[in-house]
């Protein structure tokens, strides 16, 4: 088939007024030009077109869209064929500008318009494979100004085309020609960068990078062009943030002025070696890798003296990929950049703050041991940002601050983390550090002490923050895994373990007493007094009553009006928590509790008082001295901490002091049995009015307390147990349950020298009250209350063994009137079987 037209019929169509005869001879003529084998050659295809192009143009601007249509994609048909002439080139080129490079929009058609900026694109492809771009330079105005239309255009396909089509101009056009017109294309490409449509976003960069190539680095407009792109570092979309990362590779590559603008060319790239997405780190790497090979081939006499002493990080972070010298050498370079990233990690939006953490660590993990020169002002950025409200930057930041304790040069920094940490007494600083110091090799025995000094001062140790508790403990943690490694005497660690103590029994009587309970941080502070006992080779009771004392002494400040809240008295309340009442400070912690009650708010003493009450339950577990010395040390507990408070004061404070009061005496004489013996006759006289106090909380205590009253003469003991005896008819249930009970425990101590008549009066006494308690138990013995009935029974069995006369006559006499004499014939029978087994047994 030859390619023979006849161009006066087609041109004579082209101009009928009928525009569907105008549209078929388009699509007819298309349809040859496609079906044209390429045996025919393109100068008859070109003789042809000379004769047609000048009415397949004209019809670019007919009426009706159909038609339009049709002649511009007759006219591909053409160019597609035809050699590259610049004749031919000029004259399309030409058009398409007026039908598209107008400020206003000539065109209405939005698929149209894609059709030109794809005809322009076919032209560049064609000329760029035969090696004749040059022709070109004299049509760059037009062809800019199409461009820049397209790229602006409303409709998304036509904006990429656009896009593509600048990438093929920039790909083969001579820098010097371009030059001129590339400002007002990077301009027009930066309204892209925030499309909704993330392939337009993807477009976008891709030409800004191939425009990058072209500009002119001695202006402003490459640090523009650059700080227009940085945010999409941070875009949702992976492949727009991958497109980043090319568009940097590209720029390391092939920027003639590239070693200029390394600094601000690196973020692109380091970014994307930290992204989140797989497939845009798995893209990156090997790109990036070759960025640092060609960097290595044109720096190689320096870098490669530089790579003889490259030795390995002993501790790298596992499972992390070292970059090649190339790759470090090229970050190395570029670190005046980190003022940029590091005042970016206070930035108020999240992802900008996280991204520029995420580009620091990139930075640290390639610079390396070089990082140290630049941590003095890196530090105060990154300890801000672990203590930042973001879960996940805060994650970040710990990993940066991990890598940078285990790269940077550990006797270079230490000093400058000290300084840091004694100028700034803050979570921040000390999380920083912490991670820092946990991840580093080094460690001295005079580094360990200085660090475990500092944390034991009042502005670490005796903070109310949770998270700084908890850090504190964690630090103390890392000081005992490095003491382990150090050199240093035995009387040394001594000195540091006890740093340790301190500081750890400090932190956890604070957390315990901001919440009432036993913490992580008290959990983790115990699991560090157990490694203390191991190292020690000894126990935690003797650890306490070692180095208990010396904490009490950073308990100060006591002589004021504090209330309960306040750190002194939250830090003495934690500690009588956790080391109880011992012997050996003992007299120091009495001091420390006369103050409180000497000096701080009533809230305070109370609440100080209820924590005594506890601890001494434990008295004969944690006092474990001699029985005399034991003896000696509750009564001068109990006389200068208890025993004022006894006596009745007027108002809400002195009633609530006489209720702790007498809960500490009541668990003294539950914790130490044997002297409590010996120590509470002694407190006789302020028993008959404590136990009619009008407190039921006081009343409850005296009462239980008077169970443990014991070794009393009649005389002594007479006035409680009928004070006690009353108490069975309090309005309190409880109280009368116990005072039911501990009428069956009084035992007095007869005397056994003096006048047959004065003994015979003790036991007159005596017998007196029992026959008095005997009818009162019996009369509470039908009571609806159970637990009341009970309380009686068990108290008339302990009485009737011990005054056998006294319960026969006092039965009789409650037979005759008892409500329910079924119930207590049958009770008596049964204590009589009982009798009679204790017998049998006995025999």
């Not at 590209?250 to 003639?256: S, W």
């Not at 890196?378 to 940078?404: F, G, R």
């Amino acid at each position: 088939m030859s390619f023979d037209l006849d161009t006066n019929q087609i041109c004579s169509d082209l101009e009928s007024s009928d525009h569907r005869k105008r549209g078929s001879t388009l699509l007819k003529l298309r349809e040859i030009c496609e079906h044209t084998p390429d045996s025919v050659g393109t100068d008859a295809i070109a003789a042809e077109f000379d004769e047609l192009y000048l009415h397949l143009l004209k019809c670019y601007g007919d009426r009706y869209e159909n038609v339009r249509d049709r002649a511009v994609l007759a006219v591909s048909a053409f160019l597609k064929r035809l050699p590259p002439l610049d004749f031919h080139l000029l004259n399309v080129v030409s058009t398409l500008a007026e039908r598209m490079g107008q400020t206003e929009t000539v065109e209405p058609s939005e698929e149209i318009r894609l059709l030109y900026i794809e005809q322009l694109h076919l032209m560049l492809r064609k000329y760029a494979l035969m090696g004749n771009v040059g022709v070109f330079r004299e049509c760059y105005p037009q062809v800019v100004k199409v461009l820049i239309k397209a790229i602006k255009d409303a409709y998304a396909a036509v904006q990429r085309e656009g896009c593509a089509t600048l990438v093929q101009l920039c790909r083969v056009a001579d820098t010097a020609e371009l030059r001129p017109f590339t400002e007002s294309l990077a301009v027009a490409l930066y309204g892209m960068l925030n499309h909704r449509h993330s392939a337009a976003r993807i477009a976008a960069i891709e030409a800004i990078g191939r425009v990058s190539l072209h500009l002119d680095a001695s202006g402003e407009g490459m640090r523009r062009l650059l700080a227009e792109v940085s945010p999409l570092l941070m875009d949702s979309m992976p492949l727009v943030r991958r497109e980043c990362g090319l568009m940097g590779v590209l720029m390391l590559l092939e920027l003639p002025d590239r070693y200029s603008y390394f600094e601000r060319i690196l973020p692109l790239v380091l970014c994307c070696l930290k992204d989140d997405s797989p497939e845009v780190l798995s893209h990156i790497r090997p790109l990036w890798e070759k960025c640092g090979v060609q960097y290595y081939e044109e720096n190689e006499a320096e870098l490669s003296q530089q790579e003889i002493g490259d030795l390995p990080v002993e501790n790298y972070p596992a499972g992390v990929q070292r970059p090649t010298i190339g790759c470090r050498g090229l970050v190395q370079r570029s670190l005046r950049l980190l003022q940029l990233i590091t005042r970016e990690t206070s930035d108020w939006k999240d992802n900008v703050r996280l991204h520029s953490l995420k580009l620091l660590y990139q930075f640290i993990l390639h610079a390396e041991a070089s990082m140290t020169a630049k941590f003095f002002e890196i530090y105060p950025h990154v300890s801000h940002a672990c203590c930042d409200s973001e879960p996940i930057i805060a994650a970040e930041a710990k990993k940066v601050a991990d890598l940078m304790g285990r790269l940077l040069s550990y006797d270079a920094w230490i000093d400058h983390g000290f300084d840091g940490l004694e100028r700034n007494a803050r979570e921040s600083f000390l999380k920083c550090f912490y991670y820092m110091f946990t991840a580093s090799l080094g460690g001295t025995y005079e580094h360990l002490q200085r660090l475990g000094k500092l944390l034991r001062c009042t502005d670490y140790s005796h903070t109310l923050k949770p998270g700084f508790q908890l850090y504190i403990l964690k630090t103390l943690d890392t000081i005992l895994d490095k003491s382990s490694k150090v050199t240093a005497s035995m009387e040394e660690l001594k000195d540091l373990y006890l740093n340790i103590y301190v500081t750890a029994m400090k932190v956890m009587a604070l957390s315990y007493a901001l919440h009432n309970e036993d913490t992580e941080d008290v959990q983790r502070g115990q699991m560090i007094l157990k490694r203390l006992v191991q190292l020690q080779e000894t126990s935690l009771a003797k650890l306490h009553e070692s180095w208990f004392g010396i904490v009490l002494l950073d308990v100060d400040n006591l002589d004021a009006a504090l209330d309960e809240n306040a750190e002194p008295v939250l830090l003495l309340y934690g500690l009588i928590h956790l080391g109880k009442i011992r012997s050996t400070y003992l007299p120091q912690l009495i001091e420390k509790i006369k103050l409180v009650f000497q000096h701080c708010c009533d809230t305070a003493q109370v609440r100080i008082f209820s924590i005594l009450s506890i601890a001494a339950l434990s008295w004969s577990e944690t006092v474990t001295v001699e029985r005399e010395q034991s003896t000696q040390l509750l009564s001068n507990f109990i006389t200068e901490v208890v025993e004022p408070h006894l006596p009745w004061r007027a108002g809400a404070h002195g009633e609530a002091m006489r209720s702790m009061a007498m809960a500490t005496l009541c668990a003294v004489a539950q914790g130490a049995k044997e002297e409590a013996r010996e120590v509470l006759p002694a407190l006789a006289n302020h028993m008959p009015s404590l136990l009619e106090d009008r407190n039921v909380t006081t009343r409850h205590y005296a009462i239980k307390a008077m169970c443990y009253f014991q070794g009393m003469s009649v005389e002594a003991i007479k006035p409680l147990a009928y004070a006690i005896m009353q108490r069975m008819d309090d309005p309190s249930a409880g109280i009368r349950v116990i005072a039911a009970t501990a009428v069956g425990k009084l035992r007095p101590v007869f005397k056994t020298e003096g006048t047959k008549e004065e003994l015979e009066y003790e036991h007159e006494v005596w017998e007196a009250f029992i026959k008095r308690a005997l009818d009162i138990l019996l009369l509470y013995h039908e009571s609806p209350e159970k637990e009341m009935q009970a309380a009686a029974q068990r108290s008339l069995i302990e009485l009737a063994k011990l005054h056998p006369a006294a319960w026969e006559e006092s039965y009789q006499r409650a037979l005759g009137m008892a409500r329910r004499k079924d119930e207590l014939v049958e009770f008596y029978a049964q204590m009589k079987i009982n009798d009679a087994q204790v017998e049998t047994e006995t025999n």
